[in-house]
């Protein structure tokens, strides 16, 4: 059983920052890329930004120049810096994770997702 564990949402005022964590555990034999993804009330889920095992990383246009992703490999662990938030950026965000699991099998697992409020 592998589990994604996030933490660090909340409500911030524009121009705040905030840092989301999410750690990975369970029946794991490797993590692939991480990623964050976010969903707006009545959108679609969408990708905020992803980060390869060797660190290699992309990002939505809207989010290039403030937040930054990285990650922990030892730890199995992805943030999410976020900076200058907007408005627009409330959403409940979602870590994702590529992990091989000692079933045998490459799956997609989720977060709990979070929620990032942005308002004044």
């Known amino acids: 059983q592998v589990q994604l564990g996030e933490s660090g949402g909340g409500l911030v005022q524009p121009g705040g920052s905030l840092r989301l964590s999410c750690a990975a555990s369970?029946?794991?034999?490797?993590?692939?890329?991480m990623g964050w993804y976010c969903q707006a009330p009545g959108k679609e889920r969408e990708l905020v930004a992803t980060?390869?095992?060797?660190?290699?990383?992309n990002y939505k246009d809207s989010v290039e120049d403030r937040f930054t992703i990285s990650r922990d490999n030892v730890k199995n662990t992805v943030y999410l810096q976020m900076n200058s938030l907007k408005p627009e950026d409330t959403a409940v965000y979602y870590c994702s994770a590529d992990i091989w699991s000692d079933d045998g099998y490459m799956s997609r697992f989720w977060g709990q997702g979070t929620q990032i409020t942005v308002s004044s």
């Open positions: 980060i390869s095992s060797g660190g290699v990383t």
């Open positions: 369970g029946s794991i034999v490797n993590v692939y890329t």
